[in-house]
């Protein structure tokens, strides 16, 4: 089992958003989480990234408990993480942001021949500001970022948040082939339908910070059904 959550909880400053949240993610799977704006999606992926301190839980990683340790250490031992927002840097030319994913990973290998593969406008705009490149562009390469290191686990949080249907589209294919090439196994959030669809073996869907119902491909596939958990 590639990821193991138990009896996670967690919150901000004494207030508490998730509530003993179970889930499991195994080697190769990619899982989606679904749900409302607010019910928890972010903070289970921050918690599971160790930005956040959980107040009570257990994470599990490859068989290690990481409950205790911090990012970086979970960076190192093979999560990657693309957040919300995607928060590239800025003032930093494309491949320069490429290089500070080398942190995450074994370090054993860097994949930068894989990553122009999947998004070649970031080879083409290497030299460029990462603060002027478009939303999709963004996303390319907080994506890339993420998976230059070769990590083993990859969380994204709203991969199409920001970013134009057609690029949506292009960046769901390129998650799967991730998944299915690199061997990466994939937590994602996410509110878009076919973006779920399109990408997830099975969903976890949240609300009022818990689980509440698991989904499987069939399931999935039943738009209506799907809905019940995205539609206020």
Known sequence: ??????????????????????????????????GRNGVGKTT??????????????????????????????????GIGYVPQGRDVFPGLTVEQNLLIGENVGTGEETLYDRVYEYFPILEE????????????QQQMLAIGRAIIGGP?????????????????????????????ELGTTILFVEQNLSVIQGLADR?????????????????????AQLEEYLVV
């Open 1 to 34: 089992m590639s990821l193991q959550i138990s009896n996670l909880s967690a919150g901000y400053d004494g207030t508490p958003i998730l509530r003993d949240i179970d889930c499991t993610v195994a080697d190769g799977e990619i899982v989606g989480v679904v």
């Open 44 to 77: 289970l992926l921050k918690s599971v990234m160790g930005l956040l301190t959980p107040d009570g839980g257990r994470v599990e990683f490859n068989s290690t408990d990481l409950t205790d340790e911090p990012a970086d250490v979970r960076a190192r031992g």
């Open 125 to 136: 705009r290497a030299d460029q500001d990462a603060g002027t490149m478009s939303g999709g």
């Open 152 to 180: 083993d686990l990859l969380l994204v949080d709203e991969p199409s948040e920001g970013v134009q249907p057609s690029i949506v589209q292009s960046i769901t294919k390129d998650l799967r082939r991730i998944n299915e």
């Open 203 to 223: 969903c976890y869907a949240m609300d009022h910070g818990t689980i509440v119902d698991e989904l499987d491909g069939n399931e999935l596939a039943n738009r």
